[in-house]
């Protein structure tokens, strides 16, 4: 493909994004961050005692919350502990001593263990997915390997990165085993992005925010100039992290000199084109 050619469809589809990052979050985003709003963020103490008790665990809750989002605990599932703070109120006593200090009936911190359940122990509705690329890269996935080769950077893989599907590690992408094939060339599309711009010295002028945006910006030209269903997942993404418009709007030069690079490494020109 030109460098032209490449560029052209780099914005046009950063035109559809930014439209798409208008319209507001999408009914999956709203759903999905609705049951993950549910979860509770544990203390590194608790992730250890989890993780002790259940190393295959990936997203824990207590029973009742469980049964909020339409799910049920197993019969005979084992509960995980751990442990959770409450406030215990003393409880004054009639005829107390003059000169008791006030003190003594203020709230006091305890702790107890309680039980929590990983999703894999309960059954019942299905818990809402974040938006997934769709659709077929064929022989693209191969060319985008290449080209990560070709920059230098070792491409590995790994049944768990502790949540992400991908990450990006100077010189280094990993991505999680068993990924479907648009969703593995949509994720290392993502972190070559990262690669290409977020490790050098410009790191310093941007935000988390502005590096995701970008990132998922790329793999979302490069994912539809090639015949991929990017569908809300781009956009849902992006608001993910706090980004919009007006973050990609900033962006807009990176995103397609660096969207306009992949493309024109990883497309094939159509045979006559010179003539």
Not at 26 to 44: D, I, K, P, V
Not at 181 to 205: D, G
Request: proline residues 4%; contains cysteine.
């Amino acid at each position: 493909m030109k460098a032209e050619e490449a560029r052209k469809l780099a914005d046009d589809a950063l035109n559809d994004l930014a439209a798409a990052l208008k319209q507001g979050k999408s009914e999956t985003l709203t759903a999905y961050l609705a049951a993950m709003g549910r979860f509770h963020q544990y203390s590194f103490g608790n992730v250890m005692l989890i993780a002790l008790q259940k190393p295959d665990a990936t997203r824990v809750t207590g029973f009742r919350t469980w049964k909020k989002l339409g799910r049920f605990v197993m019969k005979g599932e084992k509960g995980i502990v751990i442990i959770a703070p409450m406030m215990i109120r003393p409880k004054e006593q009639d005829g107390s001593e003059q000169g008791d200090s006030r003190d003594e009936h203020r709230p006091m911190l305890r702790f107890k263990a309680v039980y929590v359940f990983d999703v894999s122990q309960t059954d019942g509705e299905a818990l809402p997915e974040f938006a997934r690329v769709g659709g077929n890269p064929d022989g693209h996935t191969d060319r985008l390997k290449a080209l990560v080769t070709d920059q230098g950077i070792a491409l590995e893989y790994a049944d768990s990165l502790g949540g992400p599907d991908g990450l990006s590690c100077i010189g280094t992408i990993r991505l999680r085993n068993g990924l479907a094939p648009a969703e593995e060339f949509s994720v290392l599309t993502h972190e070559l992005a990262h690669e290409m711009l977020h490790k050098s010295e410009r790191r310093r002028e941007t935000t988390k925010t502005i590096r995701e945006t970008e990132a998922e910006a790329v793999a979302f030209v490069v994912c539809q100039a090639i015949g991929l269903e990017p569908g809300t997942a781009a956009a849902d993404y992006i608001r993910l992290y706090n980004g919009d418009a007006g973050t990609l709007a900033e962006s807009l030069d990176h995103i397609q000199k660096t969207a306009a690079e992949i493309l024109a490494a990883i497309v094939n020109e159509p045979a006559g084109d010179d003539q």
